[in-house]
């Protein structure tokens, strides 16, 4: 999308997306704040999370090959097939795959696509990773402010949220690139 711009085009565009964003959340904040109900509070922070999650997603419409340093996506001695059982990965990634939520993104599925694209999918899932990080940050800065202002049920519903739409995504993505290089050793 802002690939073929220059970095000062992509950074001016940038800064105005995450002015956009950040209004948004700003008005969805100020919804919060002025409701006792607490499935105003849910929706709102649904749509808020969702607000959120464009950070990421824009960051790499600009920055396609931005990643954190290489020791971020190498597998922790924690990371095994039992620890993304008990969290619960297998069943998340059920439910998504029988979602809308699976043509948000399909760059990170394999089914019908040959080996050729193994490598392309390890990328894709790094990225994907990454950018729900970025969402993550996103919303955790504005968890703390809840917190902060004893907002608890914001900060309980958009923690659920932040959980939902980003920590899982983002253990998913780490349990596929694992199993994927287990499987085909010569990715790594």
């Not at 954190?68 to 008990?86: A, V």
């Not at 998913?172 to 994927?180: E, I």
Request: net charge positive.
């Amino acid at each position: 999308m802002l690939q073929h711009y220059s970095l000062i085009n992509k950074v001016f565009i940038l800064t105005a997306l995450y002015f956009v964003v950040g209004f948004t959340a700003y008005l969805l904040c100020s919804v919060l704040f002025s409701s006792e109900n607490i499935f105003t509070t849910l929706a709102v922070n649904f749509l808020l999370c969702w607000d959120l999650m464009l950070v990421g997603f824009f960051f790499f419409q600009a920055f396609k090959y931005i990643r954190f340093p290489s020791s971020f996506y190498e597998k922790r001695k924690i990371e095994t097939e039992l620890w993304f059982k008990l969290l619960g990965v297998q069943i998340f990634r059920i439910v998504l795959i029988n979602s809308f939520f699976k043509k948000l993104n399909t760059r990170v599925y394999l089914k019908g696509r040959g080996k050729a694209y193994y490598k392309i999918f390890i990328e894709e899932t790094k990225q994907s990773e990454t950018s729900h990080m970025f969402s993550f940050l996103a919303t955790f800065i504005l968890q703390v402010i809840f917190f902060y202002h004893e907002c608890f049920n914001d900060f309980i519903a958009l923690s659920t949220f932040s959980i939902v739409f980003n920590i899982y995504p983002i253990l998913l993505q780490r349990k596929n690139r694992f199993l994927m290089l287990k499987t085909h050793k010569y990715l790594c």
